[in-house]
Protein backbone atom coordinates (compact mmCIF):
# COMPACT_ATOMS: atom_id res chain seq x y z
CA UNK A 1 0.00 0.00 0.00
CA UNK A 2 1.33 3.62 -0.87
CA UNK A 3 2.12 5.79 1.59
CA UNK A 4 0.66 9.27 1.40
CA UNK A 5 3.03 12.60 1.41
CA UNK A 6 1.70 15.59 2.73
CA UNK A 7 2.11 18.35 0.39
CA UNK A 8 0.81 20.99 2.93
CA UNK A 9 4.57 22.08 4.76
CA UNK A 10 5.78 22.37 1.57
CA UNK A 11 2.84 24.97 -0.26
CA UNK A 12 3.28 26.76 3.26
CA UNK A 13 7.00 27.01 2.35
CA UNK A 14 5.97 28.20 -0.83
CA UNK A 15 3.57 31.01 0.22
CA UNK A 16 6.01 32.09 2.81
CA UNK A 17 8.58 32.59 0.25
CA UNK A 18 6.76 34.21 -2.30
CA UNK A 19 5.08 36.68 0.24
CA UNK A 20 8.65 37.33 1.32
CA UNK A 21 9.97 38.06 -2.10
CA UNK A 22 6.74 40.59 -2.81
CA UNK A 23 7.51 42.41 0.50
CA UNK A 24 11.38 42.50 -0.66
CA UNK A 25 9.73 43.72 -4.07
CA UNK A 26 8.12 46.44 -2.71
CA UNK A 27 10.77 47.53 -0.22
CA UNK A 28 12.93 47.73 -3.21
CA UNK A 29 10.43 49.94 -5.18
CA UNK A 30 9.77 52.04 -2.01
CA UNK A 31 14.28 52.36 -2.20
CA UNK A 32 14.10 53.42 -5.93
CA UNK A 33 11.09 55.66 -6.22
CA UNK A 34 12.82 57.25 -2.49
CA UNK A 35 16.38 57.86 -4.81
CA UNK A 36 14.50 58.81 -7.83
CA UNK A 37 12.68 61.40 -6.27
CA UNK A 38 15.99 62.62 -3.97
CA UNK A 39 18.08 62.75 -7.13
CA UNK A 40 15.37 64.66 -8.95
CA UNK A 41 14.98 67.23 -5.77
CA UNK A 42 18.63 67.92 -4.40
CA UNK A 43 21.93 68.23 -6.24
CA UNK A 44 23.18 64.75 -6.81
CA UNK A 45 26.55 65.37 -5.03
CA UNK A 46 24.24 65.63 -1.74
CA UNK A 47 22.34 62.83 -1.79
CA UNK A 48 25.32 60.70 -2.77
CA UNK A 49 27.40 62.43 0.40
CA UNK A 50 24.06 61.79 2.74
CA UNK A 51 23.85 58.08 1.99
CA UNK A 52 28.12 57.97 1.61
CA UNK A 53 28.35 59.23 4.97
CA UNK A 54 25.44 59.72 6.88
CA UNK A 55 27.14 62.14 9.59
CA UNK A 56 29.56 64.40 10.95
CA UNK A 57 32.64 62.49 11.54
CA UNK A 58 36.27 63.58 12.51
CA UNK A 59 37.42 62.31 9.44
CA UNK A 60 35.45 64.32 7.55
CA UNK A 61 38.70 67.56 6.79
CA UNK A 62 39.66 64.06 4.04
CA UNK A 63 36.41 63.91 2.66
CA UNK A 64 35.74 67.44 1.20
CA UNK A 65 37.80 69.71 -0.63
CA UNK A 66 39.50 72.00 1.24
CA UNK A 67 41.57 75.87 1.61
CA UNK A 68 44.64 75.62 2.87
CA UNK A 69 46.17 77.82 5.91
CA UNK A 70 50.15 78.15 5.84
CA UNK A 71 52.11 78.33 9.15
CA UNK A 72 53.17 81.48 10.86
CA UNK A 73 56.74 82.20 10.30
CA UNK A 74 56.82 83.68 13.66
CA UNK A 75 55.31 80.79 15.88
CA UNK A 76 54.17 81.59 19.08
CA UNK A 77 55.56 79.04 21.74
CA UNK A 78 53.79 78.15 24.75
CA UNK A 79 56.59 77.77 27.73
CA UNK A 80 56.63 74.05 29.55
CA UNK A 81 55.81 73.89 33.25
CA UNK A 82 56.04 70.17 35.29
CA UNK A 83 52.78 70.45 36.73
CA UNK A 84 51.08 67.41 35.75
CA UNK A 85 50.82 65.69 39.22
CA UNK A 86 49.07 68.82 40.36
CA UNK A 87 46.19 69.09 37.36
CA UNK A 88 45.64 65.42 37.82
CA UNK A 89 45.11 65.60 41.53
CA UNK A 90 42.35 68.39 40.87
CA UNK A 91 40.62 66.96 37.85
CA UNK A 92 40.32 63.96 40.19
CA UNK A 93 38.73 65.42 42.76
CA UNK A 94 35.66 66.04 40.30
CA UNK A 95 32.52 63.52 40.86
CA UNK A 96 33.09 61.93 37.15
CA UNK A 97 37.11 60.96 36.82
CA UNK A 98 38.90 58.33 38.83
CA UNK A 99 41.97 58.44 37.08
CA UNK A 100 42.24 61.34 34.71
CA UNK A 101 44.26 59.68 32.03
CA UNK A 102 41.64 56.37 31.30
CA UNK A 103 39.24 58.74 32.08
CA UNK A 104 40.48 60.93 28.87
CA UNK A 105 41.16 57.42 26.97
CA UNK A 106 37.97 56.10 27.20
CA UNK A 107 35.72 58.91 26.56
CA UNK A 108 37.11 59.15 23.26
CA UNK A 109 39.41 62.19 23.43
CA UNK A 110 42.10 63.16 20.79
CA UNK A 111 43.85 66.13 22.79
CA UNK A 112 43.47 67.43 25.95
CA UNK A 113 46.25 70.49 26.67
CA UNK A 114 45.94 72.90 30.21
CA UNK A 115 47.41 75.98 29.57
CA UNK A 116 48.02 78.69 32.76
CA UNK A 117 49.42 81.84 31.66
CA UNK A 118 51.79 81.20 28.52
CA UNK A 119 52.69 77.59 29.88
CA UNK A 120 51.80 74.06 28.58
CA UNK A 121 51.26 72.14 32.17
CA UNK A 122 48.89 69.38 30.81
CA UNK A 123 49.47 68.13 27.45
CA UNK A 124 47.95 64.58 26.44
CA UNK A 125 47.23 62.58 23.40
CA UNK A 126 45.03 59.65 22.79
CA UNK A 127 43.19 57.06 20.79
CA UNK A 128 46.00 57.09 17.99
CA UNK A 129 46.61 60.67 17.76
CA UNK A 130 49.98 62.62 18.19
CA UNK A 131 50.46 66.19 18.64
CA UNK A 132 50.88 66.50 15.10
CA UNK A 133 47.60 65.13 13.99
CA UNK A 134 44.62 67.36 12.17
CA UNK A 135 41.89 67.73 14.91
CA UNK A 136 38.45 69.11 13.25
CA UNK A 137 36.56 71.70 14.96
CA UNK A 138 32.99 71.56 14.30
CA UNK A 139 31.26 74.69 15.81
CA UNK A 140 34.10 75.66 17.41
CA UNK A 141 34.69 77.06 14.06
CA UNK A 142 31.88 79.67 15.05
CA UNK A 143 33.70 81.49 17.47
CA UNK A 144 36.86 82.20 15.05
CA UNK A 145 34.30 83.30 12.11
CA UNK A 146 33.01 85.51 14.76
CA UNK A 147 35.99 87.02 15.36
CA UNK A 148 36.59 87.79 11.76
CA UNK A 149 33.35 89.31 11.99
CA UNK A 150 34.87 91.82 14.95
CA UNK A 151 38.21 92.61 12.40
CA UNK A 152 36.27 93.44 9.64
CA UNK A 153 34.02 96.10 11.98
CA UNK A 154 37.21 97.46 13.35
CA UNK A 155 38.43 97.82 10.13
CA UNK A 156 35.74 99.61 9.04
CA UNK A 157 34.48 96.81 6.11
CA UNK A 158 31.74 96.04 8.02
CA UNK A 159 30.49 99.45 9.71
CA UNK A 160 28.26 97.81 12.68
CA UNK A 161 26.72 94.43 13.81
CA UNK A 162 23.27 96.28 14.06
CA UNK A 163 23.74 96.69 10.17
CA UNK A 164 20.38 95.35 8.51
CA UNK A 165 21.84 91.59 6.83
CA UNK A 166 19.59 92.52 3.91
CA UNK A 167 22.68 95.64 3.17
CA UNK A 168 25.39 93.37 2.24
CA UNK A 169 23.04 90.41 1.07
CA UNK A 170 20.09 92.25 -0.95
CA UNK A 171 18.77 89.24 -2.65
CA UNK A 172 17.26 88.11 0.96
CA UNK A 173 15.08 91.22 0.77
CA UNK A 174 13.99 90.84 -2.81
CA UNK A 175 12.65 87.26 -1.43
CA UNK A 176 10.86 88.13 2.00
CA UNK A 177 11.20 91.93 3.31
CA UNK A 178 11.23 90.63 6.70
CA UNK A 179 15.03 89.79 6.16
CA UNK A 180 15.41 93.71 6.68
CA UNK A 181 14.46 93.04 10.38
CA UNK A 182 17.72 90.98 10.86
CA UNK A 183 21.16 92.46 11.84
CA UNK A 184 24.53 90.71 11.94
CA UNK A 185 24.37 90.66 15.93
CA UNK A 186 20.82 88.61 15.60
CA UNK A 187 23.21 86.20 13.41
CA UNK A 188 25.86 86.33 15.97
CA UNK A 189 23.46 85.90 19.09
CA UNK A 190 21.31 82.97 17.45
CA UNK A 191 18.42 84.96 17.97
CA UNK A 192 17.32 85.45 13.88
CA UNK A 193 13.94 84.09 13.44
CA UNK A 194 15.07 82.32 10.53
CA UNK A 195 13.59 78.73 10.76
CA UNK A 196 15.53 75.85 11.35
CA UNK A 197 14.60 72.13 10.77
CA UNK A 198 17.46 70.06 13.06
CA UNK A 199 17.81 66.77 11.63
CA UNK A 200 20.56 64.76 9.89
CA UNK A 201 18.77 63.37 7.22
CA UNK A 202 17.81 64.44 3.29
CA UNK A 203 15.31 66.73 4.08
CA UNK A 204 17.05 68.12 7.69
CA UNK A 205 18.71 71.66 7.68
CA UNK A 206 21.49 69.95 9.21
CA UNK A 207 22.19 67.58 6.96
CA UNK A 208 21.96 70.19 3.84
CA UNK A 209 24.16 72.65 5.39
CA UNK A 210 26.96 70.16 6.42
CA UNK A 211 26.55 68.27 2.54
CA UNK A 212 25.70 70.16 0.04
CA UNK A 213 27.82 71.35 -2.73
CA UNK A 214 26.55 74.60 -3.34
CA UNK A 215 26.42 76.47 0.23
CA UNK A 216 26.01 80.20 -1.11
CA UNK A 217 22.40 79.01 -3.10
CA UNK A 218 21.51 77.53 0.55
CA UNK A 219 21.71 80.36 2.06
CA UNK A 220 20.64 82.75 -0.54
CA UNK A 221 17.90 80.28 -1.70
CA UNK A 222 17.09 78.04 1.34
CA UNK A 223 16.25 80.70 4.51
CA UNK A 224 12.96 81.44 5.55
CA UNK A 225 11.68 83.76 8.11
CA UNK A 226 9.77 81.95 10.98
CA UNK A 227 9.33 85.06 13.53
CA UNK A 228 10.23 87.98 14.91
CA UNK A 229 14.15 88.64 15.40
CA UNK A 230 15.45 88.84 18.67
CA UNK A 231 12.03 87.52 20.28
CA UNK A 232 14.16 83.81 21.13
CA UNK A 233 17.19 82.15 21.20
CA UNK A 234 17.65 79.06 18.83
CA UNK A 235 20.83 77.69 17.30
CA UNK A 236 20.80 77.86 13.41
CA UNK A 237 23.93 76.63 11.38
CA UNK A 238 22.45 79.05 8.70
CA UNK A 239 23.93 81.92 10.70
CA UNK A 240 28.03 81.57 10.07
CA UNK A 241 26.88 80.67 5.98
CA UNK A 242 25.37 84.37 6.14
CA UNK A 243 28.32 85.85 8.18
CA UNK A 244 30.47 83.95 5.72
CA UNK A 245 28.31 85.83 2.56
CA UNK A 246 28.88 88.85 4.50
CA UNK A 247 32.66 88.51 4.83
CA UNK A 248 32.99 87.69 1.54
CA UNK A 249 31.38 90.81 -0.02
CA UNK A 250 32.39 93.19 2.60
CA UNK A 251 36.22 92.46 1.84
CA UNK A 252 36.54 90.86 -1.19
CA UNK A 253 38.37 87.57 -0.05
CA UNK A 254 37.60 84.29 1.40
CA UNK A 255 36.93 83.37 4.80
CA UNK A 256 40.53 81.24 4.92
CA UNK A 257 42.46 84.39 3.15
CA UNK A 258 40.93 86.46 6.34
CA UNK A 259 41.70 84.15 8.61
CA UNK A 260 45.55 83.50 7.17
CA UNK A 261 46.15 87.36 6.80
CA UNK A 262 44.54 88.76 10.37
CA UNK A 263 44.48 85.97 12.82
CA UNK A 264 46.79 82.87 11.71
CA UNK A 265 49.36 84.17 11.21
CA UNK A 266 49.69 86.74 13.23
CA UNK A 267 49.14 84.75 16.08
CA UNK A 268 51.86 82.21 15.11
CA UNK A 269 50.25 79.32 14.32
CA UNK A 270 52.54 76.73 14.39
CA UNK A 271 51.27 74.41 12.08
CA UNK A 272 49.33 74.87 8.69
CA UNK A 273 45.67 73.92 8.74
CA UNK A 274 43.02 74.07 6.33
CA UNK A 275 38.84 75.10 6.10
CA UNK A 276 36.73 72.58 4.36
CA UNK A 277 34.86 74.19 1.32
CA UNK A 278 31.74 72.32 0.49
CA UNK A 279 33.02 71.76 -3.52
CA UNK A 280 35.96 72.13 -5.82
CA UNK A 281 37.85 76.02 -6.74
CA UNK A 282 35.56 78.37 -5.41
CA UNK A 283 33.72 76.77 -2.96
CA UNK A 284 32.59 78.62 0.31
CA UNK A 285 34.02 77.36 3.64
CA UNK A 286 32.01 75.12 5.87
CA UNK A 287 31.37 78.05 8.18
CA UNK A 288 29.69 76.05 10.70
CA UNK A 289 32.09 73.40 11.16
CA UNK A 290 35.21 72.76 8.89
CA UNK A 291 38.43 74.19 10.19
CA UNK A 292 40.54 72.03 10.48
CA UNK A 293 44.04 71.98 12.60
CA UNK A 294 46.44 71.11 15.78
CA UNK A 295 45.26 70.95 18.87
CA UNK A 296 47.81 73.49 19.77
CA UNK A 297 46.77 75.92 17.15
CA UNK A 298 43.64 75.74 18.63
CA UNK A 299 45.02 76.65 22.15
CA UNK A 300 46.72 79.67 20.61
CA UNK A 301 43.23 81.03 19.25
CA UNK A 302 42.55 80.47 22.90
CA UNK A 303 45.23 82.06 24.26
CA UNK A 304 44.42 84.98 22.33
CA UNK A 305 40.88 85.61 23.80
CA UNK A 306 42.85 85.44 27.38
CA UNK A 307 45.16 87.72 26.58
CA UNK A 308 41.97 90.30 25.15
CA UNK A 309 43.32 89.65 21.61
CA UNK A 310 47.01 90.65 22.44
CA UNK A 311 50.13 89.01 21.38
CA UNK A 312 53.41 91.19 22.20
CA UNK A 313 51.57 94.45 23.03
CA UNK A 314 49.85 93.66 18.91
CA UNK A 315 46.32 93.31 19.14
CA UNK A 316 45.15 90.57 16.71
CA UNK A 317 41.87 90.84 17.66
CA UNK A 318 40.39 94.47 18.87
CA UNK A 319 39.62 93.84 22.53
CA UNK A 320 36.51 95.45 22.33
CA UNK A 321 35.72 92.63 20.55
CA UNK A 322 37.08 89.99 23.06
CA UNK A 323 35.06 91.76 25.49
CA UNK A 324 31.82 91.83 23.75
CA UNK A 325 31.99 88.49 22.32
CA UNK A 326 32.67 86.78 25.84
CA UNK A 327 30.69 89.03 28.57
CA UNK A 328 26.81 88.90 29.50
CA UNK A 329 24.24 91.72 28.68
CA UNK A 330 21.29 92.56 30.43
CA UNK A 331 19.88 89.35 32.12
CA UNK A 332 16.36 91.03 30.83
CA UNK A 333 17.62 89.55 27.34
CA UNK A 334 16.32 86.37 26.92
CA UNK A 335 17.97 85.47 23.72
CA UNK A 336 21.11 85.83 25.16
CA UNK A 337 20.62 83.41 28.00
CA UNK A 338 19.39 79.92 26.68
CA UNK A 339 16.82 79.33 30.02
CA UNK A 340 17.30 75.10 29.62
CA UNK A 341 21.03 75.35 30.67
CA UNK A 342 21.37 76.26 34.24
CA UNK A 343 24.62 75.51 35.55
CA UNK A 344 26.16 74.97 38.92
CA UNK A 345 27.11 78.26 40.67
CA UNK A 346 25.68 80.30 37.76
CA UNK A 347 23.94 80.29 34.50
CA UNK A 348 24.72 79.61 30.93
CA UNK A 349 24.65 82.42 28.18
CA UNK A 350 25.21 83.06 24.26
CA UNK A 351 27.38 86.08 23.20
CA UNK A 352 28.72 86.58 19.51
CA UNK A 353 29.15 82.49 19.51
CA UNK A 354 30.95 82.12 22.18
CA UNK A 355 29.10 80.26 25.03
CA UNK A 356 29.62 81.30 28.66
CA UNK A 357 29.44 80.86 32.18
CA UNK A 358 28.35 83.17 34.21
CA UNK A 359 28.83 82.74 38.51
CA UNK A 360 26.68 84.31 40.90
CA UNK A 361 30.13 86.25 42.10
CA UNK A 362 29.52 87.87 38.63
CA UNK A 363 32.80 86.75 36.97
CA UNK A 364 32.73 84.96 33.65
CA UNK A 365 34.02 82.12 32.11
CA UNK A 366 33.86 80.99 27.96
CA UNK A 367 33.79 78.49 25.95
CA UNK A 368 34.02 77.62 21.95
CA UNK A 369 32.16 74.06 21.77
CA UNK A 370 31.63 71.79 18.69
CA UNK A 371 30.00 68.41 17.95
CA UNK A 372 31.52 65.00 19.12
CA UNK A 373 33.24 67.19 22.34
CA UNK A 374 35.54 70.12 20.80
CA UNK A 375 36.17 72.27 23.18
CA UNK A 376 38.52 75.68 23.84
CA UNK A 377 37.72 76.84 27.53
CA UNK A 378 39.05 80.22 28.71
CA UNK A 379 38.86 81.42 32.45
CA UNK A 380 40.47 84.72 32.54
CA UNK A 381 40.09 84.49 36.20
CA UNK A 382 42.28 81.39 36.76
CA UNK A 383 44.45 82.40 33.76
CA UNK A 384 44.06 78.99 32.11
CA UNK A 385 43.36 77.90 28.49
CA UNK A 386 41.73 74.11 28.08
CA UNK A 387 41.30 72.65 24.86
CA UNK A 388 39.59 69.06 24.22
CA UNK A 389 39.42 67.25 21.06
CA UNK A 390 37.58 63.99 20.40
CA UNK A 391 36.18 61.58 18.28
CA UNK A 392 32.81 61.60 20.28
CA UNK A 393 31.60 63.39 23.52
CA UNK A 394 32.31 60.79 25.83
CA UNK A 395 29.94 62.93 27.98
CA UNK A 396 27.49 65.78 27.59
CA UNK A 397 28.98 68.77 26.53
CA UNK A 398 27.72 70.72 30.52
CA UNK A 399 29.20 67.73 31.82
CA UNK A 400 32.86 68.85 30.23
CA UNK A 401 32.15 72.45 31.09
CA UNK A 402 31.38 71.13 34.54
CA UNK A 403 34.86 69.47 34.49
CA UNK A 404 36.44 72.52 33.12
CA UNK A 405 34.36 74.80 35.55
CA UNK A 406 35.57 72.71 38.51
CA UNK A 407 39.22 73.40 37.17
CA UNK A 408 39.56 76.90 37.05
CA UNK A 409 37.45 77.31 40.34
CA UNK A 410 40.45 74.86 42.32
CA UNK A 411 42.71 77.10 40.87
CA UNK A 412 41.55 80.41 41.29
CA UNK A 413 41.13 78.87 45.10
CA UNK A 414 44.62 77.62 45.40
CA UNK A 415 45.52 81.40 43.95
CA UNK A 416 43.40 83.16 46.44
CA UNK A 417 44.92 81.28 49.21
CA UNK A 418 48.15 81.75 48.23
CA UNK A 419 47.64 85.67 48.16
CA UNK A 420 45.92 85.59 51.52
CA UNK A 421 49.09 83.75 53.03
CA UNK A 422 51.34 85.64 51.58
CA UNK A 423 49.29 88.70 52.73
CA UNK A 424 49.17 87.43 56.75
CA UNK A 425 52.86 86.74 55.90
CA UNK A 426 53.55 90.18 55.97
Known amino acids: ?74 PFQFGRRNDESRIQSIMQRHSRINDLDPFLEETGTQAFLVIIGDDIVYERYMNGYTRDSI ?25 SISDPITKYIPELAARDSRFAQITIEHLLSMSSGIKYHEVDFLHGDNARIYFDPDLRNVALQETFVEYEPGVRFEYNNFHPLLLGLILERSTDQSVTSLLQ ?22 GLEKLESGLNARAVDFARFGWLFLHKGARNDQHVIPSAWVE ?98 EADNK
Open 1 to 74: MTKEVSTEPRSKWRLARRSALRLFGCALLVVVAGLVWAFSVYPATYVVRVLRYRGPDVSDYLKFPERPLSKSND
Open 135 to 159: VTSFSTAKSVLSALIGIAVHEGQIH
Open 324 to 421: ASTQPRDKRIKEYYPESYKFDGGHVYYKHMWWGLQRDSGESDFAAMGNLGQYIFVSPRSDLVVVRNGIRHGVGDFTWLGIFHHLANSLSGESEAAESE
Open 261 to 282: QKIWTPMGAEYDGSWSLDSEAG
